[in-house]
């Protein structure tokens, strides 16, 4: 019903910059909330960073000053920007979004992840 495709990811000197794009499609009537998550090997999944439909964002502690998030309601799609990255950022990053479906049901949706490699 519902898919959202990363892109992206990739290996970058611990420093450097990477972006991150996620695109939803589907049967969408609307989108509260779209973020980003992450899980290094051996640790739990996490929240990088959220927005709101209305612009509102949230970040983990650990990006904030180096990560901004961003979307386009009108396209459907959130990007993360990240600078300054460090080795301890290395992860699989999963969008995510909580969507509403043409039939006025409410779920959460997730893409298939994209590996995001810092060497230091």
């Known amino acids: 019903q519902v898919q959202l495709v990363e892109s992206g990811g990739g290996l970058v000197q611990a420093g450097g910059s990477l972006r991150l794009s996620c695109a939803a499609s589907?049967?969408?009537?609307?989108?509260?909330?779209m973020g980003w998550y992450r899980q290094a090997p051996g640790k739990q999944r996490e929240l990088v960073a959220d927005?709101?439909?209305?612009?509102?964002?949230n970040y983990a502690d650990s990006v904030k000053g180096r990560f901004t998030i961003s979307r386009d309601n009108a396209k459907n799609t959130v990007n993360l920007q990240m600078n300054s990255l460090k080795p301890e950022d290395t992860a699989v990053y999963y969008c995510?979004?909580?969507?509403?479906?043409?039939?006025?049901?409410?779920?959460?949706?997730w893409g298939q992840g994209t590996q995001v490699t810092v060497s230091s």
């Open positions: 589907g049967s969408i009537f609307s989108i509260n909330l």
């Open positions: 995510a979004a909580e969507v509403t479906i043409t039939t006025m049901r409410r779920s959460d949706y």
């Open positions: 927005i709101t439909n209305g612009g509102s964002t």
